[in-house]
C-alpha cells in the first residue's frame, strides 16, 4: 500500500549540485513527517535529515547542515533532497523514509527501493 519511490540521483562530480525527489503514494501524506537517509557502499543506514508534517521544522545531521536542504510538496505528495557542495563521501544509495507520527521522532516504518548517487570526478 505505502510506496515511496525516489528519483534524481545519478552522477555528479565534486562541489557538485543534485536535487532528490521522493513521489509518496497510498497514506496521507500530509499528516507525516518524512526523512531522508543513505547508505554508502559497506556502511549502514545514515539518518541525514527530518521535516515535519507541515514542512516548518526541519532538522539535519551536523555532516550535511548548509549543504542539504529538505523539504516538501504536500500538495503533489512529494518529498526533496537538495544537496549542493557534494563530496566523494556522498555517495551512497538515497532513501525517503516515512514516520509514523506527525513530527520526526522515534523510527521511520516504511522506505522506498532508494536512488544512487555517486559523487566523482
Known amino acids: 500500500e505505502v510506496q515511496l519511490i525516489e528519483s534524481g540521483g545519478g552522477l555528479v562530480q565534486p562541489g557538485g549540485s543534485l536535487r532528490l525527489s521522493c513521489a509518496a503514494s497510498g497514506f496521507i501524506f500530509s499528516i507525516y513527517a518524512m526523512s531522508w537517509v543513505r547508505q554508502a557502499p559497506g556502511k549502514g543506514l545514515e539518518w541525514l535529515s527530518g521535516?515535519?508534517?507541515?514542512?516548518?521544522?526541519?532538522s539535519y545531521k551536523d555532516s550535511v547542515k548548509g549543504r542539504f536542504t529538505i523539504s516538501r510538496d504536500n500538495a503533489k505528495n512529494t518529498l526533496y533532497l537538495q544537496m549542493n557542495s557534494l563530496k566523494p563521501e556522498d555517495t551512497a544509495v538515497y532513501y525517503c523514509a516515512k514516520y509514523a507520527k506527525s513530527v520526526p521522532a522515534g523510527k521511520y516504518e516504511y522506505w522506498g527501493p532508494g536512488t544512487q548517487v555517486t559523487v566523482s570526478s
Open positions: 521535516i515535519d508534517s507541515g514542512g516548518g521544522l526541519t
